[in-house]
């Protein structure tokens, strides 16, 4: 199963490269009959949409770095052998995070949901790896399966 940041990428690349036609075309007419307006439109398309829509999704994944593991979920599924829960600062709130640990790793889960398990109960998973800059040791994002 994809994030929500891959499906988007994977969306907006297309539009991007397609918008980047449109606006060649337009701009080479333009060029070719010297007519300002369809050079202006041209101008447009490639700075209002062609532009972003490449560079935005390339710029992010060369920042988060291109992983499956960052692009992906995956399922885990196993028995709880500790329960802990930690205070997050969320722009100017607080928000809780659980952290299960399952099979000797930790995994996030920022559903209330996970306030009900307890140590030895079987849990469903799908964990995606959560960049954190400045890591060396990233851990995982995780919804209930």
Known sequence: M????TIAAIILIPLGVIALAIAIVLLAKARKAYDPENFWLGAGVLGMFAIPAIACPVIGMALVGYSGEYMAYKPV?????????????DGKAMSQRFVFKINGQEYGVDDTRASLVKAGDAVNLNCAREFVWG????????NWG
Not at 81 to 88: D, H
Not at 135 to 142: K, P
């Open 2 to 5: 994809l994030t929500s940041g």
């Open 77 to 89: 599924s196993g028995t709880v052998e500790q329960v802990a829960s930690r205070q997050i600062a």
């Open 135 to 142: 890591s060396t040791n990233n851990g995982y994002a995780c």
